[in-house]
Structures are given as structure tokens and as C-alpha cells.
């Protein structure tokens, strides 16, 4: 039997992760993406590869765009960088 202290944190899936799942399943292009945030290609590609924190700007967009909330995507943002920086 493993014991609790032998266990790692479960990774933390991205902001760019979760963008990538849903354009699959909308059949999205980045550029479909992009056109429709009012963004260029390169600020998706940045996002999609999670080189930058999410801006309570881009969280609104992302909102709007899939129907979920702003918190929703700052928590993720947020919990992801800690989880990738070990803070």
C-alpha cells in the first residue's frame, strides 16, 4: 500500500488545455478562435501554450465565448502557474 506522504499533487490542467479540448470539439480553427475573441493569432497561440497568465480581459472574452464564467478562467490561470512555478 502507498502511503499519503509518498503521493504527488495531481497535475493541473492549463487554461491553453482546456481552449485546445473545446475548439476540438467545436470544430474551431485557432484562427476561427481568434477572429471570433477580437484577437490576434499570436496572443491564441500564446494562450494556447500557456506562455501568460490570463488577463482579466482575455477571461471575459473566453467567458463569453464558451459560456462560462470570468472566475472560472482567472482560478485557472491562477491555479495553474502556482501549480507550475511549485508556489
Known amino acids: 500500500m502507498i502511503r499519503t506522504t509518498e503521493l504527488e499533487a495531481a497535475q493541473k490542467f492549463s487554461p491553453g488545455y482546456f481552449i485546445r479540448e473545446q475548439m476540438a470539439l467545436r470544430n474551431w480553427s485557432p484562427d476561427d478562435l481568434a477572429t471570433t ?15 501568460q497568465p490570463l488577463t ?21 490561470s491562477n491555479g495553474y502557474h502556482f501549480w507550475k512555478t511549485g508556489k
Open 37 to 51: 475573441m477580437g484577437i490576434t493569432a499570436q496572443q491564441l497561440n500564446e494562450i494556447l501554450q500557456d506562455l
Open 56 to 76: 482579466p480581459d482575455l477571461a471575459h472574452q473566453l467567458a463569453e465565448v464558451f459560456k462560462t464564467s470570468e472566475p472560472y478562467w482567472i482560478n485557472l
